[in-house]
C-alpha cells in the first residue's frame, strides 16, 4: 500500500490497480486450487453430513435429518427424555477455550523473549538457532509427547531433582491434570509461536529501536511503543497458529491429560469412532469451524480498517 | 554481538532487553529435556522405555532390522519432503498475491481458504478426504502416495503461509520498486530484490510444514492406501500395545540426521552471508 | 541450496511411483497394529511365492470405516467379534467358507461354529481374550477376581488406576458386574452404571492406553485391561496379576476375513487356512501374547505362555466370560450420552 497513488481518480491508475487484483488472483489460485481439492472442497461433504441422519454403525443415512445440529446445542436426558441445554458439550467446549487461551499466552510468553533472542544473534547464525527450535519436533509428536510424561511424571526427572534438592518432600502430581495438558500443547506449538514471530523480528529496523532509546525511552517503554507494535503481525500470526490447533489438539490431551477429560477435538473423534454418531461429529466441527472464522473475519476486518485509518 | 550497531556504542546495546536471554535459553532447555531422555533411553538395554537397565545398541540394532519401521520411516520422510516443498511454493505465492496490496474483493475468501485447514480438528478432514478420495480410488486404480502428498500439501500451507506474510507485511518496498524503476521485468525483481528479503520467512514456514507433515496422525490414517504406514500411524497402531525403544532409537536416528542437515544450512547461511 | 532441493525432490518424486515387486502375487493384509508376526509373514511369503503388505489400524471403527468408503485395495481385514456381523450385513465380507478348508479341522471346538459367523463361513480365527483386571499384588492383596477393584476401588488403590478410553468394553463390564446384560436400554441399569461411573472415576488415575508400559513400570497400580498386555507387563514387574472378575467379563476374537473386493481372492484365501495349521498360529500367539483357537498350537509357543494365568482362564473363572455383540444404534447412543456425561 505504500506506493498507493494520490490519483486514485485516473484512469491508468485503475487499470493498474486491475491487473495487480488479476496477478493476485493468479499467484493465489494454485494454493487455492489444491485446498479446495484436499482441504475446504470435501469439507463440503462433512456439512451435507451434519443434515443427514445418523447410520446404523458410523457413516450416514441418505435421509434430512436436523438431530446432528440439534444435539450439539440440547441433549435429551437418556433418563426421563427431558430436552435441556447440552451441558457436557459446553463444558468441553468452554475447558478447550481456556486451557487453548491458557497455552497462546504462555507460548507467546516463552516464544517472543525467544525469537527475540534468536533475531538479535549475529545474522551468520540466526538459522543455527532457528533450526535448534525445530530440531526437537523432527521426532514425532507421539514419542515427543511420551517423552514429555517421563520428565513430568512422579517418578520423573523434574519430581526427582526436586525432591533430592529437598525443595518438596512429596512428588507433584503433575501428570494427568490440566497443568499437564497445558505444558505438553505449549511444548507442542512452541515453534509455530517461535518462527512466526522471529520472521517479522528479523527485519525489525533497530535503528528505529535506537531512535527509541535517544528519546530517553526506557527498555520497557521501547519493548511496548516500538517492537512489539512493529512484529504485532507476526505475533498474531503466531498466536493463530498456536490457538487454534490446540483447541482440536487430540494427542496431547489423550496421553498427558490421561484422557480423563474430554477435549473438543476428542469429543468430535468419539461422534466419528466408537459413538457412531457421524452426523453429530460434521456438525460440531462445523459448527467449531463457524465460530473460528467468523473470529478471524473478525479480527482481519478490524485490523484492516485500523490499518487503512492509520495509512490515510 | 558483533553486529554493526552494538559494536558502534560499546557500553549501551540496543538489542538488549531485560530476562529475554535468560527466558530464551530456558526455553531451549525445555525443549531439549524431552530430547535428552528420549535419545539416553533408545540406549536402554531394557525393554521398558520407562526403566533404566544399562547401556546397549539393541534397539538401533532391532529398529534396522525391522521392515515395517524402515519403511514406515522412509514414506514420513518422503512425503513431508514433498509436501513441505510444495506447500511452501504454493504459500509464498499465495503471501505474494494477498499482501501488500490495496484490499481487493475476493481476498477475505482467499485468507479464509488459506488458514481453513487450521480450523477444524483433523479427523473431519480426515474422514471427508477418505469419502472423497475413495470415489477417485475406485474410478482410476490408482493408490499411490500422490493422495498422501497432496492433502499433507493441503494442511501444510497454512503453516507456511502465516510465516511468510508476517515476513512480507510491510517488508520495505524501495528496493523493489528501484528494480522497476531500471526497467526489471517482475520475475527479475522477484528474483534478485523480494526473494532474498523474504528468504527467512520462507525458510520458517518451510520448516514448520515439514514438522507438520511428519507429526501427523489422523489425515495420513485415513487416506493412507495398503503399504502407506507412516511412522506415526505406526505408532498409533503401537499405542494399545506396546511402545518399544525400537522408536526411541528411530527417532534419536532422524534426530541425528536433522542435526547434520542443521550443520549444512548453517554453513551454507555462513557462505551467503560473506 | 535451490539445486539440492529440485533434486532431492525429484529423487522422491521418481521413488514414490515405482513399486517394483518379484513375487509371483500380492496380499493386501489391512490388521491392527503391532499384531502381525513378521516370522508368520515371511513363511506365508516364502511358501507361495506371493509378497505381503501390512498396513495397520488402530480400531473397528477407522477400519469399518475406510473399506466402507471403497477403493481401499486390501484384501484381507482382521475384525473383533462384535463387529463381523456388521461387516457381514454391509456386504463388505466375501463367504469365503474356511470351514470347507483344509486347516480348520484344527479350530477348537468353542471356536468352530461362533454366534458372530454362524459355521465359520466368512472368517478364519487369529486370536482371542479377555478384558480383566491387571493389579499390581504387591500394593493389593485382596482377591482380584471382581471387577470392584475399578468400580469401588479399595482404598490401598484409589488413585493408581486406570482405565482405558473403550467406551463399549468399560460400560459392557460395568453392566455385566450390576448383573445386566452386555446391550441393554433397560433405563434404570444404564442409570445405576453411570451413578457408579461418575462415582469412581474421581478415584481413577487415568483413561489411557499404553498399559503395558505403565503397569510395567509401577507407575499404575490396577487397570481394567486386555490379557496378552498384561501378559507382557508382567515380564517388566512380576508382581503384576491377571484378574478374570467372577461378576462376568468380556471375552473378544479378532478373526480374519476377505474382502468383498479383494484384487487378490485366492491368496487371501491360502492365507486363511495357512493361519489356520499350529505351527502357524503358534508364530501369531508368540508375536502378539495371545490365544489363537488352534488345537495342537500351544506346543510351538514359548514355555512361559505354556499355560500361562493370563493367557487362558482358570476352569472356574471360565464360565463367566462371554462373546459380547455389537449393540443397536439406539443403545450406542445412550452409551455414548452416559460416557460424554463421564469425561465431560
Not at chain 1, 427424555?81 to 487461551?101: G, N, Q
Not at chain 1, 477429560?261 to 463457524?290: R, T, V
Not at chain 2, 475468501?109 to 480410488?137: H, R, S
Request: glycine share 6%.
Amino acid at each position: 500500500m505504500a506506493d498507493n497513488s494520490q490519483r486514485n481518480d485516473s484512469v491508468f491508475e485503475a487499470a493498474a490497480h486491475r491487473a495487480r487484483v488479476r496477478r493476485n488472483w493468479l499467484l493465489s489460485t494454485p494454493a487455492l486450487i489444491i485446498l479446495v481439492l484436499a482441504a475446504s472442497g470435501p469439507l463440503l461433504v462433512m456439512l451435507a453430513y451434519s443434515f443427514l441422519q445418523a447410520g446404523d454403525y458410523g457413516g450416514v443415512e441418505y435421509r434430512f435429518s436436523t438431530e446432528g445440529w440439534f444435539q450439539v446445542f440440547l441433549a435429551r436426558d437418556i433418563f426421563d427424555d427431558t430436552v435441556s441445554v447440552a451441558d457436557a458439550h459446553l463444558s468441553i467446549f468452554w475447558r478447550s477455550a481456556r486451557l487453548s487461551f491458557l497455552t497462546t499466552v504462555t507460548a507467546l510468553a516463552l516464544g517472543f523473549p525467544t525469537a527475540y533472542f534468536i533475531a538479535t544473534r549475529p545474522r551468520s547464525s540466526r538459522n543455527l538457532w532457528l533450526f535448534l527450535v525445530t530440531v526437537p519436533f523432527w521426532t514425532n509428536l507421539l514419542i515427543r509427547t511420551f517423552a514429555i510424561m517421563e520428565v513430568i511424571k512422579n517418578q520423573g526427572i523434574v519430581n526427582t531433582l526436586l525432591m533430592s534438592a529437598g525443595v518438596i518432600s512429596e512428588p507433584i502430581q503433575m501428570l494427568y491434570t490440566d497443568f499437564a495438558i497445558m505444558l505438553g500443547m505449549t511444548y507442542v506449538y512452541l515453534p509455530l509461536m517461535i518462527l512466526p514471530v522471529y520472521a517479522s523480528m528479523e527485519k525489525l529496523d533497530f535503528r528505529l529501536v535506537e531512535a527509541g532509546y535517544d528519546l530517553y525511552a526506557t527498555r520497557i517503554k521501547v519493548l511496548w511503543r516500538v517492537i512489539i507494535p512493529l512484529v504485532k503481525p507476526g505475533i498474531v500470526a503466531g498466536c493463530i497458529l498456536v490457538f487454534i490447533p490446540s483447541l482440536g489438539a487430540y494427542v496431547t490431551p489423550r496421553v498427558l491429560g490421561g484422557g480423563r477429560n474430554l477435549m473438543i477435538g476428542n469429543l468430535i473423534e468419539l461422534q466419528f469412532g466408537q459413538g457412531s454418531n457421524w452426523p453429530l461429529g460434521a456438525a460440531l466441527s462445523i459448527f467449531l469451524l463457524l465460530v473460528v472464522m467468523v473470529a478471524l473475519l473478525l479480527y482481519v476486518r478490524n485490523s484492516q480498517k485500523a490499518n487503512n485509518i492509520v495509512r490515510h | 554481538m558483533e553486529n554493526s550497531l552494538s559494536t558502534r556504542r560499546n557500553q549501551f546495546s540496543v538489542f538488549k532487553q531485560p530476562g529475554f536471554t535468560i527466558i530464551a535459553l530456558a526455553c531451549f532447555i525445555v525443549l531439549y529435556m524431552p530430547i535428552v531422555v528420549l535419545v539416553v533411553y533408545s540406549f536402554n538395554s531394557g525393554t521398558s522405555p520407562a526403566k533404566w537397565d544399562g547401556f546397549s545398541l539393541q534397539w538401533y540394532a532391532a529398529a534396522w532390522n525391522n521392515s515395517a519401521v524402515k519403511t514406515a520411516t522412509l514414506i514420513s520422510i518422503i512425503v513431508a519432503c514433498q509436501a513441505s516443498l510444495y506447500a511452501t511454493i504454493l504459500a509464498t505465492m499465495a503471501a505474494m498475491g494477498t499482501t501488500r496490496t490495496r484490499p481487493y474483493r475476493g481476498q477475505n475468501v482467499i485468507y479464509a481458504l488459506v488458514n481453513q485447514p487450521l480450523m477444524v480438528p483433523e479427523i473431519v478432514t480426515a474422514v471427508a478426504l477418505l469419502i472423497c478420495f475413495a470415489v477417485i480410488k475406485e474410478l482410476t486404480d490408482y493408490r499411490g502416495l500422490a493422495y498422501l502428498v497432496l492433502s499433507h500439501t493441503a494442511f501444510c500451507i497454512p503453516f507456511a503461509y502465516l510465516p511468510i506474510r508476517a515476513r512480507l507485511e510491510g517488508m520495505d518496498r524501495t528496493l523493489e520498486l528501484a528494480a522497476a524503476d531500471l526497467y526489471a521485468n517482475s520475475w527479475q525483481s522477484f528474483r534478485r530484490v523480494t526473494l532474498p528479503q523474504l528468504w527467512p520467512g520462507i525458510l520458517a514456514g518451510a520448516m514448520l510444514a515439514f514438522v507438520i507433515s511428519l507429526d501427523d496422525v489422523v489425515i495420513t490414517e485415513f487416506v493412507k492406501a495398503p503399504g502407506q504406514d507412516t511412522l506415526p500411524t505406526y505408532m498409533l497402531g503401537q499405542l494399545r500395545r506396546a511402545i518399544t525403544p525400537e522408536i526411541n532409537a528411530i527417532s534419536t536416528a532422524l534426530l541425528l540426521i536433522s542435526a547434520i542437515l542443521a550443520l549444512f544450512v548453517f554453513l551454507l547461511g555462513r557462505k551467503h552471508g560473506n | 541450496m535451490n539445486r539440492f532441493l529440485a533434486i532431492a525432490s525429484t529423487a522422491f518424486f521418481i521413488s514414490s511411483f515405482g513399486n517394483p515387486s518379484l513375487a509371483d502375487g500380492e496380499l493386501n493384509l489391512f490388521n491392527w497394529g503391532d499384531y502381525t508376526s513378521p516370522e508368520l509373514i515371511e513363511k506365508f511369503e516364502n511358501q507361495y511365492n506371493v509378497s505381503v503388505t501390512i498396513t495397520d489400524y488402530d480400531s473397528n471403527a477407522t477400519a469399518l470405516a475406510k473399506i466402507k468408503a471403497g477403493g481401499h485395495g486390501f484384501d484381507l481385514v482382521v475384525p473383533s467379534a462384535n463387529y463381523v456381523q456388521i461387516w457381514v450385513q454391509e456386504g463388505l465380507l466375501l463367504e469365503s467358507r474356511p470351514d470347507q478348508m483344509e486347516n480348520f479341522k484344527y479350530v477348537k471346538k468353542q471356536f468352530s461354529d461362533p454366534v458372530w459367523d454362524p459355521g465359520r463361513r466368512y472368517t478364519a480365527p487369529w486370536l482371542w481374550g479377555s478384558f480383566g483386571v491387571g493389579v499390581d499384588t504387591s500394593i493389593y492383596g485382596g482377591n482380584i477376581n471382581t471387577s470392584e477393584i475399578v468400580f469401588y476401588p479399595p482404598e490401598e488403590l484409589s488413585g493408581k488406576i486406570n482405565v482405558p478410553p473403550e467406551m463399549n468394553d468399560v460400560i459392557k463390564t460395568a453392566l455385566l458386574y450390576l448383573g445386566g446384560d452386555t446391550c441393554t436400554d433397560d433405563k434404570e441399569m444404564l442409570r445405576k452404571v453411570r451413578d457408579m461411573l461418575v462415582e469412581a472415576k474421581p478415584k481413577w488415575l487415568s483413561m489411557d492406553y499404553g498399559m503395558t508400559e505403565k503397569l510395567g513400570a509401577k507407575d499404575v497400580a490396577a487397570s481394567l485391561y486386555w490379557n496378552g498386555a498384561v501378559f507382557r507387563a508382567k515380564q517388566e514387574n512380576p508382581d503384576l496379576s491377571y484378574g478374570y472378575p467372577q461378576e462376568g467379563y468380556l471375552l473378544w476374537m479378532d478373526s480374519v476375513a476377505v474382502l468383498a473386493d479383494a484384487k487378490n481372492i485366492e491368496n487371501a484365501k491360502l492365507f486363511q487356512n495357512f493361519i489356520m495349521a499350529p505351527e502357524n498360529a503358534a508364530l501369531i500367539s508368540t508375536f502378539a501374547k495371545y490365544a489363537n483357537g488352534i488345537e495342537g498350537s500351544e506346543e510351538f509357543m514359548p514355555d512361559n505362555m505354556k499355560g500361562a494365568l493370563e493367557i487362558e482362564a482358570p476352569e472356574e473363572l471360565a464360565g463367566s466370560g462371554q462373546f459380547s455383540e455389537a449393540c443397536s444404534p439406539d443403545i450406542t447412543k445412550m452409551y455414548t450420552a452416559i460416557w460424554t456425561e463421564l469425561q465431560k
